[in-house]
C-alpha cells in the first residue's frame, strides 16, 4: 500500500527517508519500514504513579501480539498519565494539557492508526480528545475494574466507602484504628475503582460512543478475557486503517446521544459531562447541556452499583455485562451509529443477551429509579446550568428550602467544618465557592463536602451540598456541582452569603437564591472570595486559567476546541 500515511516518512531513496527507517530497523523485520505495513502506535498510560493503570503495559503486550498477527507494526507509545488519587491540586488540571501533548505525538510520528490504552478517571478523556482532533483510525482499550476487596466480611465499593467510612469515623460509630486498618482491604490489586465512578463511566462511554469493541467495558483487569479482547483489539486496528474508519466517522451527534443514555442507564458518573463535552468539541459537535437532560430523560437506572446501588462492576460483569443491561433499553438507542467494527452498537443489543443475576441488573419494570438520567438546573445561582445526580441522592433532599452556609475555598470549610459552635442545622444549604476550573484551578473533587461533625453524631448523613467544584464519580450525596458560571469567572456564586434562603427543585429543573438582581448587582463589586482564587504567574496553571473555558461547554481550553487533523507539512531534517 502506498496510501499509509506513514509512506510519507519510509518511503524513497532520499537522505530523510534514509533517517526515518534507519533508527526505527533496530529488530524490526526487513519489510516493515517499506511503507506497506500500518504502523500502529499503542498509547500507553502505564504508570507506576498511576496504580489504575499501571497493568498496562502487559496488556500493551497483548494487542502487540495481535497487531503483528494482522500484519501491522507496533509500537509503545508513552503518554502522559494521570492518577486521579495521587496528583496534586487535581487531576482536572492536567486534563487538557495531557490530551494536548498526546495531540501533537500522535500527529508528529509515523503512525497510521491509534490503539488507546486507559483506565483511571482523566487518562480515557484525554485520550479520546487527542485521537477526536487528530482524526486518523483509533480504538479504545479500557483497563478495566479491580476485583472486590473485604474488609471484617463485608464487600468494599472502592471510593465509596472511603467517603462513608471516612464519616463514620468523624462521627465516632467506628474508630480511627478501624477506618485506617480497612485500607489494606480497599485496593484488591489491578485496576480502576470497582463501582461506577468515573473510571467505570468513562469505559462504559468510550463502548456507548463505539470506540471500544463491543462487549469489552467493565470486564475485570484481572480477568485473563480482557487479555484476549486486548489481542482481539490489536487485529482490530490493522482493519480500520485499511478500511480508514476515523474517530469522526464512529463519534457522531447520535453516538454522543447514545452515550447519554447509557450513562443514565448504569447510573453514571456526573463527570463524564464535562468530558463528553470536551470529546464532542474536538469534533465540532454541537453537544450541549440541554442534550443531557433530554436524552437522560426517562431513563431507567438499571444497574444496581455503588455509589447509587449495593452491587460492584465484577458483580456486574458475571451478571451478563454491559450489553446485557443496555439490551434492557434498546429502544431508546439511537440506531444508526457504527462502532469501530463498522456495525450499529445496536447490532449488538439483542433480545438474546441475557442476564443472569436480575438483583444486579435490574429489569426495566423494577429500575432503582425510574428517571435518573444527570440532571441540569438552572436560575439565578447557575445561569449556565449545574448538574445533581438523583440517583445517587436523598429523595426527600431532591426538592428543599434553606438557609445557606458559605465556604470561601476548601481550606476555609475544613477549618470550619467541625467547630462545635457552626450556626447550621440538617436543613441548612452548604455552598462551596472558589473551586471551579479557573477557581482553584483546575476544577477539584471536593463539592461532596464532608458534613459538620456535629450533625454526623445526630445522625444526619446527608445534606444539600451545592459548588461550582466536580465530585468523584464513586461519591453520592444531594450534591449540587459544575455551577456555571463559576465564581472565578464572575458567576452568582460568588456573592452569595451565609443566611441567603436557596430552592432547590430538581423535579422543575431549578436552583434559585433569594436574592434580587439588583442586591447582587452591588454585592459584585466585592466579591468575598476573591482572594482564595488561583493567581498563577508562569507556566500550566498560568495557560490554564487564561484559556480554560467553563464547565458547561466541557473545561477545554478555548484554542484546542476542533482538532488540526494529522497533516505534517514540513521535514525534520
Same mark, same amino acid.
Given at each position: 500500500?502506498?496510501?499509509?500515511?506513514?509512506?510519507?516518512?519510509?518511503?524513497?531513496?532520499?537522505?530523510?527517508?534514509?533517517?526515518?527507517?534507519?533508527?526505527?530497523?533496530?529488530?524490526?523485520?526487513?519489510?516493515?519500514?517499506?511503507?506497506?505495513?500500518?504502523?500502529?502506535?499503542?498509547?500507553?498510560?502505564?504508570?507506576?504513579?498511576?496504580?489504575?493503570?499501571?497493568?498496562?503495559?502487559? +496488556?500493551?503486550?497483548?494487542? $502487540?501480539?495481535?497487531?503483528?498477527?494482522?500484519?501491522?507494526?507496533?509500537?509503545?507509545?508513552?503518554?502522559?498519565?494521570?492518577?486521579?488519587?495521587?496528583?496534586?491540586?487535581?487531576?482536572?488540571?492536567?486534563?487538557?494539557?495531557?490530551?494536548?501533548?498526546?495531540?501533537?505525538?500522535?500527529? /508528529?510520528?509515523?503512525?497510521?492508526?491509534?490503539?488507546?490504552?486507559?483506565?483511571?478517571?482523566?487518562?480515557?478523556?484525554?485520550?479520546?480528545?487527542?485521537?477526536?482532533?487528530?482524526?486518523?483510525?483509533?480504538?479504545?482499550?479500557?483497563?478495566?475494574?479491580?476485583?472486590?476487596?473485604?474488609?471484617?466480611?463485608?464487600?468494599?465499593?472502592?471510593?465509596?466507602?472511603?467517603?462513608?467510612?471516612?464519616?463514620?469515623?468523624?462521627?465516632?460509630?467506628?474508630?480511627?484504628?478501624?477506618?485506617?486498618?480497612?485500607?489494606?482491604?480497599?485496593?484488591?490489586?489491578?485496576?480502576?475503582?470497582?463501582?461506577?465512578?468515573?473510571?467505570?463511566?468513562? /469505559?462504559?462511554?468510550?463502548?456507548?460512543?463505539?470506540?471500544?469493541?463491543?462487549?469489552?467495558?467493565?470486564?475485570?483487569?484481572?480477568?485473563? =478475557?480482557?487479555?484476549?479482547?486486548?489481542?482481539?483489539?490489536?487485529?482490530?486496528?490493522?482493519?480500520?486503517?485499511? /478500511?480508514?474508519?476515523?474517530?469522526?466517522?464512529?463519534?457522531? $451527534?447520535?453516538?454522543?446521544?447514545?452515550?447519554?443514555?447509557?450513562?443514565?442507564? +448504569?447510573?453514571?458518573?456526573?463527570?463524564?459531562?464535562?468530558?463528553?463535552?470536551?470529546?464532542?468539541?474536538?469534533?465540532?459537535?454541537?453537544?450541549?447541556?440541554?442534550?443531557?437532560? /433530554?436524552?437522560?430523560?426517562? +431513563?431507567?437506572?438499571?444497574?444496581?452499583?455503588?455509589?447509587?446501588?449495593?452491587?460492584?462492576?465484577?458483580?456486574?460483569? =458475571?451478571?451478563?455485562?454491559?450489553?446485557?443491561?443496555?439490551?434492557?433499553?434498546?429502544?431508546?438507542?439511537?440506531?444508526?451509529?457504527?462502532?469501530?467494527?463498522?456495525?450499529?452498537?445496536?447490532?449488538?443489543?439483542?433480545?438474546?443477551?441475557?442476564?443472569?443475576?436480575?438483583?444486579?441488573?435490574?429489569?426495566?419494570?423494577?429500575?432503582?429509579?425510574?428517571?435518573?438520567?444527570?440532571?441540569?438546573?438552572?436560575?439565578?445561582?447557575?445561569?449556565?446550568?449545574?448538574?445533581?445526580?438523583?440517583?445517587?441522592?436523598?429523595?426527600?433532599?431532591?426538592?428543599?428550602?434553606?438557609?445557606?452556609?458559605?465556604?470561601?475555598?476548601?481550606?476555609?470549610?475544613?477549618?470550619?467544618?467541625?467547630?462545635?459552635?457552626?450556626?447550621?442545622?440538617?436543613?441548612?444549604?452548604? +455552598?462551596?465557592?472558589?473551586?471551579?476550573? $479557573?477557581?482553584?484551578?483546575?476544577?477539584?473533587?471536593?463539592?461532596?463536602?464532608?458534613?459538620?461533625?456535629?450533625?454526623?453524631?445526630?445522625?444526619?448523613?446527608?445534606?444539600?451540598?451545592?459548588?461550582?467544584?466536580?465530585?468523584?464519580?464513586?461519591?453520592?450525596?444531594?450534591?449540587?456541582?459544575?455551577?456555571?458560571?463559576?465564581?472565578?469567572?464572575?458567576?452568582?456564586?460568588?456573592?452569595?452569603?451565609?443566611?441567603?434562603?436557596?430552592?432547590?427543585?430538581?423535579?422543575?429543573?431549578?436552583?434559585?437564591?433569594?436574592?434580587?438582581?439588583?442586591?447582587?448587582?452591588?454585592?459584585?463589586?466585592?466579591?468575598?472570595?476573591?482572594?482564595?482564587?488561583?493567581?498563577?504567574?508562569?507556566?500550566?496553571?498560568?495557560?490554564?486559567?487564561?484559556?480554560?473555558?467553563?464547565?458547561?461547554?466541557?473545561?477545554?481550553?478555548?484554542?484546542?476546541?476542533?482538532?488540526?487533523?494529522?497533516?505534517?507539512?514540513?521535514?525534520?531534517?
Amino acid at each position: 500500500m502506498d496510501d499509509l500515511r506513514s509512506a510519507d516518512w519510509y518511503v524513497g531513496d532520499d537522505r530523510n527517508a534514509y533517517i526515518h527507517r534507519a533508527w526505527m530497523r533496530r529488530g524490526n523485520p526487513v519489510d516493515a519500514l517499506d511503507g506497506t505495513k500500518p504502523q500502529i502506535a499503542i498509547a500507553n498510560t502505564a504508570s507506576d504513579l498511576t496504580p489504575c493503570n499501571k497493568h498496562l503495559n502487559e +496488556v500493551a503486550e497483548s494487542v $502487540k501480539n495481535g497487531i503483528w498477527e494482522a500484519g501491522g507494526v507496533p509500537y509503545n507509545l508513552p503518554v502522559v498519565s494521570l492518577g486521579e488519587t495521587q496528583v496534586k491540586p487535581t487531576a482536572m488540571l492536567w486534563r487538557n494539557l495531557a490530551a494536548m501533548a498526546m495531540e501533537e505525538m500522535f500527529r /508528529a510520528n509515523p503512525i497510521d492508526g491509534l490503539v488507546l490504552l486507559g483506565g483511571c478517571d482523566k487518562t480515557i478523556p484525554a485520550l479520546l480528545m487527542a485521537a477526536a482532533s487528530v482524526d486518523i483510525p483509533a480504538i479504545v482499550v479500557p483497563g478495566g475494574p479491580m476485583l472486590t476487596g473485604h474488609f471484617r466480611g463485608e464487600a468494599l465499593g472502592c471510593g465509596t466507602d472511603v467517603w462513608r467510612l471516612s464519616e463514620e469515623a468523624r462521627a465516632g460509630r467506628i474508630t480511627n484504628g478501624e477506618f485506617v486498618e480497612s485500607e489494606r482491604s480497599m485496593i484488591r490489586g489491578k485496576g480502576h475503582c470497582n463501582t461506577m465512578g468515573t473510571a467505570s463511566t468513562m /469505559a462504559v462511554v468510550a463502548e456507548a460512543l463505539g470506540m471500544t469493541i463491543p462487549g469489552f467495558a467493565g470486564t475485570p483487569a484481572a480477568d485473563a =478475557r480482557l487479555l484476549s479482547l486486548s489481542h482481539e483489539t490489536g487485529r482490530l486496528i490493522v482493519d480500520l486503517v485499511a /478500511a480508514d474508519r476515523t474517530p469522526s466517522d464512529v463519534m457522531t $451527534k447520535q453516538s454522543f446521544l447514545n452515550a447519554i443514555i447509557a450513562v443514565a442507564a +448504569v447510573g453514571g458518573s456526573t463527570n463524564s459531562v464535562v468530558h463528553l463535552l470536551a470529546i464532542a468539541g474536538r469534533l465540532g459537535i454541537d453537544l450541549t447541556l440541554e442534550d443531557f437532560d /433530554a436524552a437522560g430523560a426517562g +431513563v431507567p437506572v438499571l444497574a444496581n452499583l455503588q455509589p447509587s446501588g449495593m452491587f460492584l462492576m465484577d458483580d456486574l460483569f =458475571r451478571a451478563g455485562g454491559l450489553l446485557a443491561l443496555l439490551s434492557q433499553v434498546k429502544d431508546l438507542f439511537h440506531p444508526e451509529p457504527i462502532t469501530v467494527t463498522g456495525r450499529p452498537l445496536v447490532d449488538y443489543l439483542g433480545t438474546e443477551r441475557e442476564v443472569f443475576d436480575d438483583t444486579v441488573i435490574l429489569p426495566r419494570d423494577a429500575p432503582l429509579m425510574a428517571d435518573a438520567g444527570i440532571a441540569v438546573l438552572r436560575g439565578n445561582l447557575a445561569p449556565n446550568g449545574a448538574l445533581i445526580k438523583p440517583s445517587a441522592a436523598t429523595p426527600e433532599l431532591l426538592q428543599h428550602v434553606g438557609p445557606a452556609l458559605v465556604f470561601d475555598s476548601i481550606e476555609d470549610l475544613r477549618a470550619r467544618i467541625d467547630d462545635p459552635d457552626l450556626d447550621v442545622t440538617a436543613d441548612t444549604v452548604l +455552598v462551596l465557592r472558589g473551586c471551579g476550573p $479557573k477557581g482553584y484551578p483546575g476544577m477539584p473533587e471536593v463539592g461532596n463536602m464532608p458534613l459538620p461533625r456535629k450533625l454526623l453524631e445526630a445522625g444526619v448523613r446527608d445534606m444539600v451540598r451545592i459548588s461550582d467544584a466536580r465530585m468523584s464519580g464513586t461519591a453520592y450525596g444531594t450534591v449540587i456541582l459544575h455551577a456555571a458560571p463559576e465564581a472565578a469567572a464572575g458567576g452568582p456564586l460568588a456573592f452569595v452569603r451565609t443566611g441567603d434562603v436557596i430552592h432547590v427543585d430538581v423535579a422543575g429543573r431549578r436552583l434559585h437564591v433569594d436574592v434580587s438582581d439588583e442586591e447582587f448587582q452591588s454585592r459584585s463589586q466585592t466579591p468575598a472570595s476573591e482572594a482564595a482564587y488561583a493567581a498563577p504567574t508562569r507556566g500550566w496553571e498560568k495557560l490554564y486559567v487564561d484559556h480554560v473555558m467553563q464547565a458547561d461547554t466541557g473545561a477545554d481550553l478555548d484554542f484546542l476546541v476542533g482538532g488540526s487533523g494529522s497533516k505534517v507539512s514540513r521535514e525534520s531534517h
